[in-house]
């Protein structure tokens, strides 16, 4: 199944990734061009989006409800983590 048609990744992997926490849930962004090299475009840490190795996430499916669930908490994590 193509990385495209995933919205959330888990990270399982965070050598010398500063912006990235061991088993915490990304958003995914789509970007094949990214896929073809094994890349894949997640919404880290610093609030921006950039380009990691495939490798260091498992990707996850869910469902529209928790979609919307997932992109809430998310939200609500950042705006608590800025205070």
Not at 32 to 49: C, K, L, P, V
Request: with cysteine; net charge negative.
């Amino acid at each position: 199944m193509p990385i495209n048609s995933f919205k959330f990744a888990i990270c399982i992997n965070n050598s010398n990734c500063d912006d990235l926490e061991l088993l915490k849930v990304y958003p995914i962004l789509p970007d094949s061009s990214a896929e073809q090299d094994n890349y894949i475009r997640i919404i880290d840490e610093s609030g921006e989006d950039y380009l990691y190795p495939q490798n260091y996430f498992t990707l996850i499916n869910v469902s529209p409800a928790e979609e919307e669930q997932l992109r809430l908490v998310l939200s609500q994590s950042r705006l608590s983590e800025n205070l």
